[in-house]
């Protein structure tokens, strides 16, 4: 358990000492014993005292106002409205310091204060010594409240940009489960939609066709729905949908997917490459009377990898470039990779269009 924890899991009573005494850090203390210090070197050519008297008895005044510095710090735990603890604390300590000089002295004459009063060197030097501690005290208590509410204000910004970071990261999350489920439909629906034209004409091929639909929609769900992939995870599901399309059209569709397996770890959103076969094939080799060919490659061009779909089809159209998949993909590819990513559609010059991805590698 932490500190703070156990702060705030013990009683009210229990909580005030230990915050006091995690307040007596070692910080504080040094400077206290180090201003002590110098006040007794300051003070000493003005009093014939010794200097270890001389320093006994600043270092007991010194440390006597931190405490008090600290204590008024948590004591009383409620203040009247007109009262700012700030206040509190600087006036405790100019209270004090007059107060720790005097029973400094009273400890020289074993408690004696007629003895003290009578003695005109004492009451000097408790002139001196209170008047050092009080013009030098409440400054120093001034300063120590002004770093503390500085510290604070940093912790509390620090604490804002964390959880504005974590509100952003789970938007961001947000935003891509949305983009994804606006995938998963596409694609089933456009696969199924292919099955039924099948079965609507009567092919043969439509019962071996729906058999691979079955098997490839049982093994690429689950890719489907993954927050996180991989390059190679997303060429399997590729592979997957080019060998059910190849069934569908064995005489018009050939194809080839050359991505070498040193990109295979790489994380990639899923459905992302899919989304640009299908298009392929849908705009592409479906109208186009001859079919045509499917190529994925990849290639890596200094702190970019470049990916491929090119296809033999009809070529580029009207509305090709700004439908719902595309438009969709490059939101994810933006939020996935953020602003380095891209992706391009152009002519293909021997016929047909080229899709490309950029992004950047680690």
């Not at 020289?108 to 009080?134: K, N, P």
């Not at 939101?331 to 991805?357: S, T």
């Amino acid at each position: 358990m932490s500190k703070l924890s156990r702060i705030a899991s013990a009683g009210p009573e229990d909580s005030g000492w230990r915050v006091f005494l995690a307040s007596l850090t070692p910080q504080r203390v040094l400077v206290a014993l180090l201003l002590a210090v110098l006040a007794a070197l300051a003070l000493k050519p003005i009093f014939i005292t010794p200097l270890p008297v001389l320093l006994g008895r600043t270092l007991f005044v010194g440390l006597l106002a931190l405490l008090a510095f600290c204590a008024a710090a948590q004591w009383p735990a409620r203040l009247p409205p007109w009262c700012a603890r700030w206040g509190l604390q600087v006036a405790a300590v100019a209270l004090t310091v007059p107060v720790a000089t005097l029973l400094a002295y009273l400890v020289s004459v074993e408690g004696d204060l007629v003895s003290f009063l009578r003695s005109e060197g004492r009451i000097r030097g408790f002139m001196w010594i209170a008047g050092a501690g009080l013009l030098l005290g409440p400054l120093l208590a001034l300063g120590a409240l002004y770093r503390q509410r500085d510290a604070e204000a940093r912790s509390e910004r620090l604490r804002f940009e964390l959880e504005r970071s974590e509100l952003e990261r789970q938007a961001l999350d947000a935003r891509l489960r949305v983009l994804q489920a606006q995938v998963e439909p596409h694609f089933l629906f456009n696969t199924l939609a292919n099955v039924r034209m099948l079965v609507e004409t009567g092919s043969p091929r439509a019962a071996p066709v729906l058999r691979s639909l079955i098997a490839y929609l049982r093994a690429a769900m689950p890719r489907l729905t993954d927050e996180v992939s991989t390059l190679g995870d997303e060429l399997l599901l590729v592979q997957a949908y080019l060998d059910l399309m190849h069934l569908r059209m064995p005489d018009r569709l050939r194809f080839e997917v050359q991505v070498d397996a040193q990109f295979h770890t790489l994380r990639f959103p899923p459905a992302a490459l899919l989304t640009l076969v299908e298009n392929a094939i849908r705009h592409g080799i479906d109208p186009s009377e001859e079919g045509g060919q499917v190529q994925l490659g990849a290639r890596r061009e200094g702190q970019q990898l470049r990916l491929w779909v090119l296809d033999t089809g009809v070529g580029l159209t009207h509305s090709m470039g700004s439908g719902t998949g595309l438009k969709t993909l490059r939101e994810r590819l933006l939020l996935f990779f953020g602003p380095e990513a891209a992706l391009e559609l152009a002519e293909n010059p021997g016929g047909g269009v080229r899709a490309e991805i950029r992004l950047p590698l680690a």
